[in-house]
């Protein structure tokens, strides 16, 4: 079997590779369910799984199919499949696709990572739960907690808030962190997750937030005055914007 997971381009300039990974994914996904062994299932998955990350498929077109394979009307046949995608080597590419997310930002594509993910963790259509180990998202989270000015920093925040600040998918002590970084980048990211904290049930998170946030905050200012005599009045305004922002 050969699964289409690069974008092709017709002679008129479309897009082939989703629509091919589709019909492979779908043929695939018979393939499996046609197995009575739940073992033999995940060894094919496995098999398959392992080619697709060695020729270095694109996260867009993956995702899309991903989302195809997870598509079977009848609940027991769905939790099977999804039960058969679930293994260690997705888990492993699951963390190291935002390791080099995460260390070469120019060079990834943002969005085609950020639906990949999303795919992964039961945040888009057919795909009705996290397909990726728990241990996945807290390494995630760990891997995010010393990045500050970099570009994917929203698109991983943004899936981690969706997941859900506050809720059984992040503990509280996950929710914090994620709930602080938002904060530092701001912007849509941050609104997403003040709209979460706002809600009764996140009230824990909530002063969790607020107690280190304002350490934090406390902290930057005081560093801030200390070299404010070495800052230009452009800087001054610039610091001034970026924490009104926030």
């Known amino acids: ?16 590779g989703s629509e091919r990974a589709v019909r492979d994914f779908s043929l695939l996904r018979v393939c499996l369910q046609s197995i009575p062994s ?19 498929c694109d996260l867009g077109v993956l995702a899309r199919g991903l989302q195809e394979f997870c ?7 769905k939790s099977s499949t999804i039960d058969a995608i679930k293994c260690k080597i997705l888990d492993d590419f699951g963390v190291r696709v935002v ?19 999303s795919t992964c963790t039961g945040l888009r259509k057919n795909v009705s739960s996290p397909l990726l180990g728990r ?9 995010i907690g010393s990045e500050q000015d970099n570009p994917f920093l929203g698109s ?24 602080m970084l938002s904060w530092q980048v701001g912007g849509d990211v941050w609104i997403g997750c003040e709209e979460l904290l706002a809600e009764q049930e996140f009230k824990i998170v909530r ?13 930057t200012l005081l ?15 610039q610091q001034c914007t970026d924490w009104s922002q926030r």
């Open 71 to 77: 598509v079977a009307p009848p609940t027991a046949q």
């Open 38 to 56: 739940a073992h033999k299932q995940k060894n094919l998955w496995e098999a398959v799984l392992r080619e697709l990350i060695a020729a270095k």
């Open 1 to 16: 079997m050969v699964i289409h997971v690069s974008e092709l381009r017709t002679a008129g300039g479309h897009r082939q």
């Open 99 to 117: 390791e080099e997310a995460l260390q070469n930002p120019s060079t990834a594509d943002i969005a085609k990572t950020e639906d990949f993910l």
């Open 207 to 219: 002063e969790d937030f607020f107690e280190t946030a304002g350490s934090k905050l406390r902290t």
């Open 156 to 179: 991983i925040l943004r899936i981690l808030i969706e997941l859900g600040v506050g809720g059984t998918v992040l503990s509280s002590d996950e929710s914090a962190k994620v709930a």
């Open 135 to 143: 241990g996945v998202i807290s390494k995630w989270i760990e891997l």
């Open 223 to 237: 560093a801030l005055s200390e070299k404010e005599n070495k800052l230009s009045p452009e800087d001054k305004d």
